[in-house]
């Protein structure tokens, strides 16, 4: 059956993308085509220079939601790269039966770098491929893009990501053995082994939600969703408080993330959790005390919650 298809990264598959699969979706329909969704296995970044980019989205995170809109095709970026517009649109016209390119307004592919949208239309009539271009997905005025909810996840505006993803910003981790000084302060904390690719919010208190999975996972089952409107579980989360940063107070020099969940009695350690990030309560500081830090949680959680 031919297709139209769209390409792109789709970090975070935020409602921008969303946005896009919907028009590919709806021609699909229109013009009686196989809907089809390219993305890469790795950045474009990484690829060319070693170093993976902070990620809103694992591998696993990304494609799990993107198999929620149209049948998705992986390609490796490294076989790709290479590759000028030219050439991109003949692989997909000839081994992958593409009829209709659906280009995301900004989006630009092909090793010889073309400027412009008119650039791509000349290239795909002389390939005897159809190109269209999408229309942009605004809101508040602006762009959204995934550069967007990065810079918005390092400023701490934790509402805002959630508005511009669709659903809320997570973390999923194994939950490992740490110092036991919340236990000793009354506030257990379970303390997630993190992904070196995923970004983090900036350091600081956050009031979350957590889901438990009792078996470590690459699925992710948090990101399912049904619509903008939000995230679908089955389960009910935890409410929790959240601490990102170094904890000063006891002086550690590496970077972690401690999560305590209210109204849980039992054992975490080895399990994974999903936390969802609701909104950004305080900045990290150094206390004078233990005391004084016990004090200031228990503040953080009734700011939170009560």
Do not use: W
């Not at 390219?38 to 474009?44: C, G, L, N, Q, S």
């Not at 904390?189 to 956050?206: D, E, F, W």
């Not at 233990?290 to 200031?296: I, W």
């Amino acid at each position: 059956m031919p297709r139209i298809a769209t390409i792109g990264f789709f970090d975070g598959v935020h409602r921008g993308h969303r946005f896009l699969f919907a028009q590919l979706l709806e021609l699909a329909h229109e013009r009686h085509l196989e809907p089809l969704i390219f993305t890469f296995d790795r950045h474009p970044k990484e690829v060319l220079t070693g170093v993976c980019p902070p990620m809103l989205t694992t591998y696993e995170e990304r494609q799990h939601l993107l198999a929620h809109h149209a049948q998705v095709r992986v390609l490796p970026f490294a076989d790709v790269q290479g590759l000028t517009a030219e050439q991109f649109m003949r692989y997909l016209q000839e081994q992958e039966q593409v009829e209709v390119l659906l280009m995301g307004y900004d989006h630009c592919f092909g090793s010889d770098q073309l400027k412009g949208f008119s650039e791509y239309e000349k290239v795909a009539r002389r390939v005897g491929l159809h190109v269209e271009r999408a229309h942009e997905c605004l809101v508040d005025s602006l762009p959204v893009s995934s550069s967007r909810i990065r810079k918005l996840l390092a400023a701490t505006c934790i509402e805002q990501v959630n508005r511009l993803l669709g659903y809320k910003y997570s973390i999923s981790g194994v939950v490992e053995h740490g110092n036991a000084i919340g236990t000793k302060l009354g506030f257990p904390t379970a303390n997630i082994r993190l992904n070196s690719c995923k970004q983090l919010p900036s350091s600081g208190v956050y009031a979350v939600e957590v889901h438990l999975q009792a078996q470590p996972s690459s699925s992710n089952a948090i990101f399912e969703y049904s619509d903008l409107q939000g995230v679908s579980r089955q389960s009910t989360p935890y409410r929790g408080v959240a601490n990102i940063g170094t904890n000063p107070t006891v002086g550690n020099d590496y970077l972690s993330l401690e999560v305590h969940l209210l109204d849980f009695d039992g054992d975490l350690y080895d399990k994974q959790l999903t936390i969802s990030f609701l909104s950004f309560l305080r900045k990290e500081r150094k206390f004078n005390s233990l005391a004084e830090l016990q004090s200031q949680i228990a503040e953080d959680i009734n700011e939170a919650f009560v």
